[in-house]
Protein backbone atom coordinates (compact mmCIF):
# COMPACT_ATOMS: atom_id res chain seq x y z
CA UNK A 1 0.00 0.00 0.00
CA UNK A 2 1.28 3.18 -1.07
CA UNK A 3 0.66 6.38 0.98
CA UNK A 4 0.41 10.16 -0.32
CA UNK A 5 2.14 13.20 1.60
CA UNK A 6 1.26 16.62 0.33
CA UNK A 7 3.92 19.43 1.71
CA UNK A 8 3.03 22.94 1.25
CA UNK A 9 5.95 25.45 0.55
CA UNK A 10 6.55 28.91 1.23
CA UNK A 11 8.76 31.94 0.95
CA UNK A 12 11.64 31.15 -1.70
CA UNK A 13 10.82 27.40 -1.66
CA UNK A 14 8.50 27.72 -4.30
CA UNK A 15 10.85 29.69 -6.25
CA UNK A 16 13.55 27.10 -6.23
CA UNK A 17 11.49 23.94 -6.43
CA UNK A 18 8.94 25.43 -9.02
CA UNK A 19 5.97 24.58 -7.42
CA UNK A 20 3.60 25.71 -4.12
CA UNK A 21 3.39 22.17 -2.96
CA UNK A 22 5.40 18.70 -3.03
CA UNK A 23 3.00 15.39 -3.67
CA UNK A 24 5.20 12.58 -2.15
CA UNK A 25 4.55 9.06 -1.74
CA UNK A 26 5.45 6.60 0.28
CA UNK A 27 4.71 2.92 1.96
CA UNK A 28 5.18 3.72 4.73
CA UNK A 29 2.38 5.88 6.85
CA UNK A 30 4.57 7.51 9.58
CA UNK A 31 8.11 9.41 9.09
CA UNK A 32 10.19 10.91 11.31
CA UNK A 33 10.79 14.80 9.84
CA UNK A 34 14.15 13.81 9.10
CA UNK A 35 13.08 10.96 6.94
CA UNK A 36 10.63 13.30 5.45
CA UNK A 37 13.05 15.92 4.15
CA UNK A 38 15.84 13.22 2.91
CA UNK A 39 12.84 12.14 0.90
CA UNK A 40 12.21 15.42 -0.58
CA UNK A 41 15.74 16.21 -0.98
CA UNK A 42 15.95 12.98 -3.21
CA UNK A 43 13.18 14.29 -5.09
CA UNK A 44 15.07 17.69 -5.52
CA UNK A 45 18.98 16.93 -4.83
CA UNK A 46 20.07 20.25 -6.32
CA UNK A 47 18.22 22.06 -3.72
CA UNK A 48 18.92 19.49 -0.77
CA UNK A 49 20.94 21.88 1.66
CA UNK A 50 18.56 24.35 2.03
CA UNK A 51 15.43 21.46 2.12
CA UNK A 52 18.19 20.55 4.98
CA UNK A 53 18.02 23.29 6.85
CA UNK A 54 14.43 24.25 6.44
CA UNK A 55 11.92 22.86 8.96
CA UNK A 56 8.96 21.08 9.27
CA UNK A 57 5.03 22.28 10.45
CA UNK A 58 2.96 19.86 11.37
CA UNK A 59 -0.72 20.63 12.24
CA UNK A 60 0.26 24.46 12.35
CA UNK A 61 2.83 23.44 15.22
CA UNK A 62 6.77 23.07 14.43
CA UNK A 63 8.18 19.75 14.76
CA UNK A 64 11.55 18.49 16.03
CA UNK A 65 13.63 16.49 13.86
CA UNK A 66 12.79 12.78 15.30
CA UNK A 67 9.24 13.77 15.42
CA UNK A 68 6.91 11.25 14.16
CA UNK A 69 4.50 12.59 10.79
CA UNK A 70 1.99 10.99 9.50
CA UNK A 71 0.61 11.03 6.12
CA UNK A 72 -2.87 12.49 7.45
CA UNK A 73 -1.16 14.89 8.78
CA UNK A 74 -1.01 19.18 7.35
CA UNK A 75 2.59 19.34 6.72
CA UNK A 76 4.77 22.38 5.33
CA UNK A 77 8.35 22.98 4.55
CA UNK A 78 9.41 26.39 6.18
CA UNK A 79 12.79 27.77 4.73
CA UNK A 80 15.09 29.35 7.87
CA UNK A 81 14.00 32.99 7.16
CA UNK A 82 11.78 33.10 10.34
CA UNK A 83 9.68 30.73 12.15
CA UNK A 84 7.78 29.38 15.28
CA UNK A 85 8.11 27.26 18.36
CA UNK A 86 5.32 24.64 19.13
CA UNK A 87 1.81 25.51 19.59
CA UNK A 88 -0.73 23.34 20.04
CA UNK A 89 -3.95 24.46 18.88
CA UNK A 90 -5.67 27.72 17.09
CA UNK A 91 -7.27 30.34 19.10
CA UNK A 92 -10.80 30.67 20.00
CA UNK A 93 -12.92 33.65 18.10
CA UNK A 94 -12.49 36.13 20.31
CA UNK A 95 -8.73 35.65 20.52
CA UNK A 96 -8.29 35.46 16.74
CA UNK A 97 -9.70 38.85 17.14
CA UNK A 98 -6.38 39.93 18.29
CA UNK A 99 -4.33 38.51 16.18
CA UNK A 100 -4.68 39.29 12.45
CA UNK A 101 -3.40 38.59 8.88
CA UNK A 102 -4.52 40.54 6.18
CA UNK A 103 -3.74 42.37 2.66
CA UNK A 104 -5.32 45.49 4.01
CA UNK A 105 -4.00 48.32 4.95
CA UNK A 106 -3.38 48.28 8.99
CA UNK A 107 -4.48 51.19 11.18
CA UNK A 108 -2.61 51.52 14.45
CA UNK A 109 -5.54 53.25 16.26
CA UNK A 110 -7.80 50.17 15.83
CA UNK A 111 -5.32 47.63 16.76
CA UNK A 112 -4.38 49.97 19.90
CA UNK A 113 -8.15 50.08 21.06
CA UNK A 114 -8.44 46.17 21.41
CA UNK A 115 -6.30 46.51 24.35
CA UNK A 116 -7.02 49.72 26.11
CA UNK A 117 -9.42 48.58 29.45
CA UNK A 118 -9.88 50.48 32.05
CA UNK A 119 -8.11 48.30 34.53
CA UNK A 120 -4.70 49.37 32.46
CA UNK A 121 -3.15 52.63 32.66
CA UNK A 122 -0.50 52.32 30.15
CA UNK A 123 -0.96 51.29 26.42
CA UNK A 124 1.59 51.77 23.30
CA UNK A 125 1.78 50.61 19.67
CA UNK A 126 4.33 49.42 17.58
CA UNK A 127 4.43 50.22 13.81
CA UNK A 128 6.67 48.69 11.84
CA UNK A 129 6.84 50.26 7.82
CA UNK A 130 8.96 49.42 4.93
CA UNK A 131 12.06 51.91 5.08
CA UNK A 132 13.94 53.27 1.80
CA UNK A 133 17.27 52.25 2.42
CA UNK A 134 19.21 49.38 3.87
CA UNK A 135 22.54 48.90 3.86
CA UNK A 136 23.45 51.03 1.30
CA UNK A 137 20.82 49.65 -1.19
CA UNK A 138 17.41 51.50 -2.52
CA UNK A 139 14.38 49.22 -1.33
CA UNK A 140 11.33 49.75 -4.09
CA UNK A 141 8.96 47.73 -2.18
CA UNK A 142 7.94 44.58 -0.03
CA UNK A 143 6.39 41.80 -0.49
CA UNK A 144 5.04 39.39 2.92
CA UNK A 145 3.71 35.68 2.97
CA UNK A 146 2.86 34.35 5.57
CA UNK A 147 1.12 30.66 6.36
CA UNK A 148 -1.70 32.25 7.53
CA UNK A 149 -3.23 29.77 10.30
CA UNK A 150 0.06 28.68 12.13
CA UNK A 151 1.24 32.86 12.26
CA UNK A 152 -2.43 33.31 14.12
CA UNK A 153 -1.69 30.36 16.27
CA UNK A 154 1.87 31.74 17.18
CA UNK A 155 0.88 35.63 17.53
CA UNK A 156 -2.18 33.98 20.07
CA UNK A 157 1.38 32.21 21.70
CA UNK A 158 3.25 35.56 22.22
CA UNK A 159 -0.04 36.93 23.63
CA UNK A 160 0.20 34.50 26.46
CA UNK A 161 3.60 34.28 27.20
CA UNK A 162 3.21 38.68 27.90
CA UNK A 163 0.24 37.76 29.80
CA UNK A 164 2.51 35.35 31.86
CA UNK A 165 5.15 37.37 31.93
CA UNK A 166 4.03 40.89 32.70
CA UNK A 167 0.66 39.82 34.77
CA UNK A 168 -2.43 40.40 33.05
CA UNK A 169 -0.78 42.83 30.01
CA UNK A 170 -2.73 42.21 26.77
CA UNK A 171 -1.08 42.31 23.08
CA UNK A 172 -2.79 42.72 19.52
CA UNK A 173 -0.67 42.12 16.39
CA UNK A 174 -1.83 42.69 13.04
CA UNK A 175 0.34 42.45 10.22
CA UNK A 176 0.60 42.62 6.42
CA UNK A 177 0.59 40.49 3.54
CA UNK A 178 1.15 40.95 -0.14
CA UNK A 179 2.91 44.10 -1.03
CA UNK A 180 3.59 47.01 0.85
CA UNK A 181 5.04 50.41 -0.71
CA UNK A 182 7.81 52.51 0.83
CA UNK A 183 6.47 54.13 4.29
CA UNK A 184 3.10 51.31 4.23
CA UNK A 185 2.63 49.86 7.52
CA UNK A 186 3.54 46.07 7.56
CA UNK A 187 3.11 45.58 11.51
CA UNK A 188 1.29 46.90 14.42
CA UNK A 189 1.58 45.52 18.03
CA UNK A 190 0.06 46.98 20.97
CA UNK A 191 0.36 46.49 23.89
CA UNK A 192 -1.61 47.57 27.26
CA UNK A 193 -0.87 47.19 31.27
CA UNK A 194 -1.16 48.49 34.29
CA UNK A 195 1.88 50.63 34.26
CA UNK A 196 4.17 52.43 31.55
CA UNK A 197 7.49 50.29 32.38
CA UNK A 198 6.23 46.45 32.36
CA UNK A 199 4.35 47.63 28.74
CA UNK A 200 7.66 49.39 27.43
CA UNK A 201 8.89 45.90 28.02
CA UNK A 202 6.67 43.91 26.87
CA UNK A 203 6.29 45.69 23.64
CA UNK A 204 9.50 45.09 22.92
CA UNK A 205 9.39 41.25 24.15
CA UNK A 206 6.85 41.16 21.48
CA UNK A 207 8.39 42.50 18.45
CA UNK A 208 11.45 40.22 18.80
CA UNK A 209 10.02 37.30 19.76
CA UNK A 210 7.61 37.88 16.43
CA UNK A 211 10.69 37.93 14.41
CA UNK A 212 11.98 34.82 16.15
CA UNK A 213 8.76 32.41 15.60
CA UNK A 214 6.24 33.47 13.30
CA UNK A 215 6.10 32.21 9.93
CA UNK A 216 5.87 34.88 7.88
CA UNK A 217 8.24 35.83 4.99
CA UNK A 218 9.73 39.18 3.21
CA UNK A 219 10.74 39.86 0.24
CA UNK A 220 12.62 42.93 -0.54
CA UNK A 221 12.26 44.19 -3.79
CA UNK A 222 15.17 46.40 -5.15
CA UNK A 223 16.30 48.44 -7.93
CA UNK A 224 18.53 45.81 -9.20
CA UNK A 225 17.06 42.52 -7.72
CA UNK A 226 15.07 40.96 -4.88
CA UNK A 227 15.66 38.75 -1.86
CA UNK A 228 14.20 36.85 0.76
CA UNK A 229 14.85 38.53 3.99
CA UNK A 230 13.60 37.24 7.73
CA UNK A 231 15.01 36.48 10.89
CA UNK A 232 17.76 39.20 12.41
CA UNK A 233 18.80 37.69 15.95
CA UNK A 234 21.18 35.58 14.83
CA UNK A 235 20.66 31.07 14.18
CA UNK A 236 17.09 30.46 14.03
CA UNK A 237 16.07 27.39 15.92
CA UNK A 238 12.24 27.84 16.35
CA UNK A 239 11.76 24.53 17.98
CA UNK A 240 15.09 25.72 21.08
CA UNK A 241 13.40 26.87 24.08
CA UNK A 242 12.40 30.42 25.22
CA UNK A 243 14.74 32.99 26.30
CA UNK A 244 15.29 36.50 27.07
CA UNK A 245 15.77 38.96 25.05
Request: proline share 5%; with cysteine; hydrophobic share 40%.
Amino acid sequence: MTYNWNIKLFAGLPERLGLSEIHLQTESEQLTVEQLKEAVAAIYPEHAGLIQISFVARNHAYAAEDSVLRATDELALLPPVSGGEETQELPSNDQLERYVITNDTINSDDVLAKVIVPEHGAAIAFVGTTREWTHGKRTVRLEYEAYAPMAIATMQQIGDEIADRWSGALCAISHRIGVVGLAETSVVIAVSSPHRESCYEASRYAIERLKQIVPIWKKEIWEDGSEWKGHQLGPWNPTAPLTDF
